[in-house]
């Protein structure tokens, strides 16, 4: 038998249990601050970078072919998407913040994807906001119908 306690956040096998949520995980601002950084410095060294890879792709690298034109056409990476919108406040605000995804895709700055993406949080954003304004209608209406069966 092992002399560690047993602690009720995991299971015989080690593993945690149901119901428990594991560890925080890794803090996001640390993650893309760390992204951001190497991106930098590939960025400083990227003409460099790509010569060497084109030599050694010219000399049918595979691998290099391969690193090169993951560089080219590279995978989808998340990113923020950055436009000029105000805080969103009201249904109207969302106007002015999906005329920014639009700008945004059209003018190249974001893919289509992303402008997809964008437009779908924003679609929930939305929803949410029409769901809140009709639960408090229905309480109003709830209200003023016990007020008048009261009376």
């Known amino acids: 038998m092992s002399d560690v306690p047993e ?3 995991r299971t015989a096998d ?8 594991g560890g925080p995980g890794r803090p996001r601002k640390v993650v893309r601050a760390a992204g951001d950084a190497l991106d930098a410095r590939a960025a400083e060294a990227a003409g460099d970078l790509f010569e ?11 691998a290099a072919v391969k690193m090169l034109l993951d560089r080219v056409w590279p995978a989808n990476r998340s990113r923020p998407l950055e436009i000029d919108a105000p805080e969103i406040k009201h ?17 190249g700055d974001a893919s289509a994807r992303e402008g997809r993406d964008a437009a779908k949080v ?7 906001i ?18 008048r069966l009261g009376k």
Do not use: C, W, Y
């Open 7 to 9: 602690s009720n956040s």
């Open 14 to 21: 080690g593993r945690f249990a149901q119901g428990n949520p």
């Open 91 to 107: 249904p109207r605000d969302l106007l002015t913040v999906m005329a920014g995804i639009t700008n945004a895709t059209f003018a």
């Open 130 to 147: 029409l769901d809140i304004d009709l639960e408090a209608r229905i309480t109003q209406i709830e209200k003023l119908s016990r007020e």
């Open 122 to 128: 924003l679609q929930a954003h939305l929803q949410a």
């Open 52 to 62: 060497v890879a084109l030599e050694l792709a010219r000399e049918r690298n595979v």
